[in-house]
């Protein structure tokens, strides 16, 4: 069974850093590109960045792009998110989610606030 | 960038009824395209890809159709469960870009 397993949201002020992680279990990891979709309050789905398999080619929306960063560790079956920079906007739930092209599996969010 | 635009914002559908949902393309993505449900404080879950696929444990009360730049999704025979927002999703271009959801609601 693919699963996947968020951590690392929480409060942070604005102009503040957090790093979110993913941890995949079920497949074979480094096979897979891994994404991250957000979605601020009461708002639809909105793509953020996608690493692929061998972690040498990413990309990200215009909205994050110089600000966040995406990385992985295939040896621990864990990608990641950092954010700094961070601006009232980025405030959402945060998913990881298994990257197939369309989104197969998608973990079950972690919420990132940020406020004063 | 590609726009994808859904209609109609919102549908009200009866228990038993069909519900057609649309998703347009601002310019072709082929057959790249994929259809979600998202249900309150869950995560999205993929019932469509290819245009016409449906992902594994999807009922076949679920599908897709279309290509290039226009998309239907039906619904038949609408359960409970089936009450939800939908999203659709274009994976031919980046950026991934999303729907702005269409939201099904009981009449």
């Known amino acids: 069974e693919v699963q996947l397993l968020e951590s690392g949201g929480g409060l942070v002020q604005p102009g503040g850093s957090l790093r979110l992680s993913c941890t995949v279990s079920?497949?074979?990891?480094?096979?897979?590109?891994m994404t991250w979709v957000r979605q601020a309050p009461g708002k639809g789905l909105e793509w953020v960045s996608t690493?692929?398999?061998?972690?040498?080619?990413?990309y990200y929306a215009d909205s994050v792009k110089g600000r966040f960063t995406i990385s992985r560790d295939n040896a621990k079956n864990t990608f990641y998110l950092q954010m700094n920079s961070l601006r009232a906007e980025d405030t959402a739930v945060y998913y990881c989610?298994?990257?197939?092209?369309?989104?197969?599996?998608w973990g079950q969010g972690t919420l990132v606030t940020v406020s004063s | 960038e590609i726009v994808m635009t859904q209609s109609p914002a919102a549908l009200s559908v009866s228990p038993g009824e069909t519900a057609t949902l649309s998703c347009r393309a601002s310019?072709?993505?082929?057959?790249?395209l994929a259809w979600y449900q998202q249900k309150p404080g869950q995560a999205p879950r993929l019932l469509i890809y290819?245009?016409?696929s449906r992902a594994t444990g999807i009922p076949a009360r679920f599908s897709g159709s279309g290509s290039g730049t226009e998309f239907t999704l039906t619904i038949s025979s609408l359960q409970s469960e089936d009450f939800a927002v939908y999203y659709c999703?274009?994976?031919?271009?980046?950026?991934?870009?999303f729907g702005q959801g269409t939201k099904v609601e009981i009449k």
């Open positions: 989610a298994k990257d197939g092209s369309e989104f197969d599996y």
């Open positions: 079920g497949l074979m990891f480094r096979s897979f590109a």
């Open positions: 690493i692929l398999g061998s972690g040498d080619t990413t």
């Open positions: 310019q072709s993505v082929s057959r790249t």
């Open positions: 290819g245009a016409s």
């Open positions: 999703q274009q994976y031919n271009n980046w950026p991934r870009t």
